[in-house]
T-cell receptor, first 112, second 111 residues
Framework: SQQGEEDPQALSIQEGENATMNCSYK?????LQWYRQNSGRGLVHLILIRSNEREKHSGRLRVTLDTSKKSSSLLITASRAADTASYFC????????????FGRGTSLIVHP | DVKVTQSSRYLVKRTGEKVFLECVQDMDHENMFWYRQDPGLGLRLIYF???????EKGDIPEGYSVSREKKERFSLILESASTNQTSMYLC??????????FGPGTRLTVT
């Protein structure tokens, strides 16, 4: 079952602009993770934010988490053509077997 | 660096064949996962293993089985391949409640 849902499904921007992707989920979580996937490749972990954290930074990435709204956002600042990829959020449940569930992803195209 | 390797990047099999997809991780992770990824459907979990010889069904286990005889190796088996199993297969490993590390994927075509 897919809990996380990314929005928008597709995003097209110019190099240098910021890109914002959102993720909504339905049940309580232990953490939320963001991944990137280049075309035809495996997923690469970008950042993990725990349920007691509100914001996290890693280089040009900024992730926020609002557990009251059950939503997260990923901001990529000063985007580059190399950021072109699909981005997925994955929610780690707070109870039971720890099986992260993935959304369908946001496809980001950054035009040079 | 954590490394997750998959036995093949591309595989072409015929309908009815038995297919083995192998995944190996080198970081002593207790958890290993098999997903399939299809356009518009995202990642769907096939099976999950949290220890040697332990497994749990995911969302779409029908037509698949798995084997985990050693901690570092998790195999996905298609007992009798069908055309609707043509897909990208992704293996991942993790420590519990931490990020997953993915292999490069196997693109399987069943003709």
């Amino acid at each position: 079952s897919q809990q996380g849902e990314e929005d928008p499904q597709a995003l097209s921007i110019q190099e240098g602009e910021n890109a914002t992707m959102n993720c909504s989920y339905k049940t309580s979580i232990n953490n939320l993770q963001w991944y990137r996937q280049n075309s035809g490749r495996g997923l690469v972990h970008l950042i993990l934010i725990r349920s007691n954290e509100r914001e996290k930074h890693s280089g040009r990435l900024r992730v926020t988490l609002d557990t009251s709204k059950k939503s997260s956002s990923l901001l990529i600042t000063a985007s580059r053509a190399a950021d072109t990829a699909s981005y997925f959020c994955a929610t780690g449940p707070s109870g039971g077997s720890y099986i992260p569930t993935f959304g369908r992803g946001t496809s980001l195209i950054v035009h040079p | 660096d954590v490394k997750v390797t998959q036995s093949s990047r591309y595989l072409v099999k015929r309908t009815g064949e038995k297919v083995f997809l192998e995944c190996v991780q080198d970081m002593d992770h207790e958890n290993m996962f098999w997903y399939r990824q299809d356009p518009g459907l995202g990642l769907r979990l096939i099976y999950f293993s949290y220890d040697v010889k332990m497994k749990e069904k995911g969302d779409i286990p029908e037509g698949y089985s798995v084997s985990r005889e050693k901690k570092e190796r998790f195999s996905l088996i298609l007992e009798s391949a069908s055309t609707n199993q043509t897909s990208m297969y992704l293996c991942a490993s993790s420590r519990t409640r931490n990020e997953q590390y993915f292999g490069p994927g196997t693109r399987l075509t069943v003709t």
